[in-house]
């Protein structure tokens, strides 16, 4: 069931088109039920053009339209009904949260770490916002803030696969490589993902264990042959071990992929 306003009571108000009760209960239902995509879209449409509700009932049905645009990839629409969504309950962490990450999405990353600043303001245990804001700072390389994020992540949720990745990325650029790898083992306890292993992979690339690194990238790209990151730190491994063309042939890959990762890693300390 979408998350807000789901449950309210109904109120009918007068509407200018009149339509027969079921129908406009099942655009209701639509709305706030768990109708696919096109129908919430089809459904909450309906409850604010009418203006169905109270101003929660409102504020729930832009959200819901929201989520629907997000999931079909309408970034900029969802960003609107989020806004609207907010103009009529300015209350609810979850819009907040998930205007964030559209924002996110979008690059808007001033605006993301805003709108998690408000979530964790309503909702001070929540793990999601925290997560995300740190990756916000990361991004903007406040890595001392991004730290502070992860670690009150997993204060609240020791399990947080992804905060230890975070965390252990964050360890992997700013040369805490110890922690990094320690970091990146926890995550890759809890759930294997690509991601964690690529940042181990460059925790032990710029710790000079460079067969572990390659390992590390190997197992990455056999569950996402494409990541950009762990072909370039694989291309640089290999090359530091002396095989310049199979490194030169993962470099220029990573770069097909990625046009901007030469520079990304240099930015992590790290150049062929």
Sequence with gaps: MRGVAGALLLAILSVATPARPQDADQ????????????LTLKGCTAVIETRRGTATNQAGAYYNRGVAHRNKGELEEALEDYTESIELNPSDADVFYNRGVVEQSLGEIDAAIADYDAAIKLKPRFPQAFNNRGVMHRLKKEYAAALKDFDEVLRLDPRHAGAYNNRCTVHAITG???????????????????????????????????????????????????????????GIAKRRKGETASGDNDIAAAKAQRKDVAELYAGWGVSP
């Design 27 to 38: 655009l209701w239902n639509w709305c706030f039920g768990d109708a696919d995509d096109d």
């Design 176 to 234: 805490q490589l110890r922690e990094a790898v320690a970091d990146c083992d926890e995550s890759l306890k809890l759930r294997v993902s690509a991601d964690a292993l690529a940042s181990r992979g460059l925790a032990n690339l710029k710790l000079g264990q460079l067969d572990a690194a390659i390992r590390d990238y190997d197992a990455a790209l056999g569950r996402a042959p494409n990541l950009a990151e762990a072909l370039y730190g694989r």
